[in-house]
């Protein structure tokens, strides 16, 4: 019982460290390859530790997070994987089942963190309006501090209480809140571009953004080469105008563009 | 904040800053480490951005209105990919120091985040990753355990050798393109923010995503709304109009808080009702 408990609480530090790991840090220790090795030694069986972290690594290896897409949640479905598959004598693929809706009920959990956070910035505009440094970190720091907490209690409600008892508590939340919540998500950067524009965005101006949003929408071309032609673009105009200038008393109105900026 | 734009262009003290030195340079390399940590999806990496940075703004900025308008401006919207994110901060931190014009500043670094996060997708989580990881699981299979410590090892000595080198590598560029500049910041700052639009421009249609999921039903035919009628229209349609949309209010000076709460609200309401798909979360 004891162990038990002491075990689960190792286990659900190490979920804790690595949830952070996921966003912060980067190491990718939080890998199933690498937290299989590390659940092993916990729970005093490497051997089978290795081979279920490597095929939980092969499952989850097509799963990466670009542009800011989300894929289930490797940390949770590794730790949970392994932990179970070491403790119940699960073939690999079956430990990943049991892993799926912990992976499934973290992933929705910080869909809600990435969500609650949006407001948050609007907090630490107002600190950096003021140049108050503490201001900004310590909402960083709490990120972080949140993310560990979330890892560590998913982790440790199954491996301490047992499966079935964990798995009733995380499915209580109905699919359409967390689904909800990431088609919001996907639309949430249009407030954050709309932020940019009140700043940057001036009528001489709009031809260029027409010219990005068509290239990228119609032509489906990667952002790389829509910056080169915005690049080939801002020097075509720069050496326009620098003809313009050499060429002493242009019509007054040319020069317009200069204002403010 | 949208207020004050105008006049927030110009540096109030325009005394150039002393270079960081390689200590602080390697201290801002690792404050990168936390470029996710408030991560969220209105300005996703914008707030951590700000954190990896700051000690390099507080060098550049001795005057507090300067240092509040470039924090301000440095908690814009931000995302690219964490191992390419110091090459970024490097030449940012050189202009912030050399007292470049604020929209000139602001154009570069939208510029470059959307190229370097493609960039960085494609060179470690499309390459190295799998590579590290696949053969790291194939010994781990059987029972080697250097599989996994040969991972961490290689994985991270080209992680932290990538992300230090271009903290050093974007410093030096930054501060070595300036002094060959010696036109007007005004064109330069031109120039920055028409890159700098035209990814934005970009980033729309490739970040912001609503997808209708609603079938009209004709008996013998089904119209797929969202690839039959919007995307006949215009290709991001939605995300475009809905950008515009918040753009235009920001303007009339509604609150940003209140923005997301429609997105929310809007997001929840199109699960619920079942008509608008999963954007993110789409393979959990």
Excluded: C
Excluded at chain 1, 49 to 57: A, K, N, Q, V
Excluded at chain 1, 205 to 213: A, D, K, L, N, Q
């Amino acid at each position: 019982m004891i162990q038990m408990l002491l075990e689960a609480t190792l286990i659900a530090l190490w979920a804790g460290l690595m949830g952070i790991d996921n966003y912060n840090g980067l190491t990718h220790a939080h890998r199933p390859i690498f937290s299989g090795l590390v659940i092993g030694l916990i729970l005093g069986d490497v051997t089978t530790g290795l081979i279920i972290g490597g095929t939980l690594e092969l499952i989850w290896m097509g799963m990466v997070p670009l542009a800011g897409a989300q894929p289930p949640n490797p940390v949770i479905g590794g730790v949970i994987g392994t932990a179970f598959g070491i403790l119940l004598g699960e073939d690999p693929n079956v430990a990943v089942g049991i892993a799926i809706p912990f992976a499934v009920a973290v992933q929705g959990l910080i869909t809600l963190l990435f969500t609650i956070y949006a407001p948050v910035m609007h907090r630490m505009d107002r600190h950096a309006e003021a140049a108050n440094p503490w201001g900004i970190e310590k909402f960083n720091y709490l990120g972080l501090v949140i993310l560990f907490v979330m890892n560590f209690v998913i982790a440790f409600l199954p491996i301490n209480f047992g499966v079935q008892t964990a798995a009733d508590i995380v499915e209580t939340v109905p699919e359409w809140i967390t689904d909800g919540l990431g088609i919001a998500g996907g639309i949430m950067p249009a407030i954050g571009f709309a932020m940019l524009l009140t700043i940057m965005l001036r009528a001489e101006y709009v031809m260029f953004f027409i010219v990005g949003f068509l290239l990228a929408a119609y032509l489906e071309l990667d952002i790389l080469a829509i910056a080169l032609i915005g690049l080939s673009i801002a020097l075509y105009d720069y050496y326009q105008n620098k003809r313009h200038d050499s060429q002493p008393k242009q019509a007054a109105g040319e020069e317009d563009f200069s204002d403010g900026i | 904040m949208a207020s004050n734009e105008l006049e927030k262009n110009d540096q109030s003290d325009e005394e150039l800053s002393p270079e960081l030195t390689r200590k602080q340079l390697i201290h801002l390399g690792f404050r990168s480490l936390m470029l996710q940590a408030s991560f969220n999806y209105e300005r996703m990496q914008g707030g951590g951005w700000l954190y990896s940075i700051l000690p390099g703004l507080q060098h550049a900025h001795r005057n507090k209105k300067d240092l509040s308008n470039s924090m301000q401006d440095n908690m814009a919207f931000f995302n690219t990919h964490p191992f390419l994110v110091t090459f970024i901060m490097g030449i940012v931190l050189a202009m912030e120091q050399n007292k470049e014009d604020r929209a000139a500043i602001r154009g570069i670094r939208v510029a470059m985040m959307g190229p370097l996060g493609g960039v960085g997708d494609a060179l470690f989580y499309l390459t190295l990753l799998p590579l590290t990881g696949g053969i790291a699981a194939s010994m781990a299979i059987e029972g080697n355990i250097f599989g996994p410590i040969m991972f961490i090892i290689v994985f991270n000595v080209i992680h932290f050798g990538t992300r230090f080198s271009l903290m050093f590598y974007g410093y030096r560029a930054g501060v070595n393109a300036i002094a060959k500049i010696k036109e007007g910041t005004q064109r330069i700052s031109r120039g920055a923010t028409i890159v700098g639009i035209t990814v934005v421009g970009g980033l729309i249609a490739t970040f912001v995503t609503i997808d209708v999921d609603y079938f009209l039903d004709f008996g013998e035919t089904e119209m797929d709304i969202q690839e039959d009628v919007l995307d006949s229209i215009m290709p991001g349609l939605l995300p475009l109009v809905y950008t515009l949309a918040m753009y235009f209010l920001l303007k009339k000076k509604q609150s940003p808080l209140i923005l997301i709460g429609i997105t929310v609200l809007f997001g929840l309401l199109g699960a619920y009702l079942g008509i608008l798909e999963g954007g993110i979360d789409d393979d959990a």
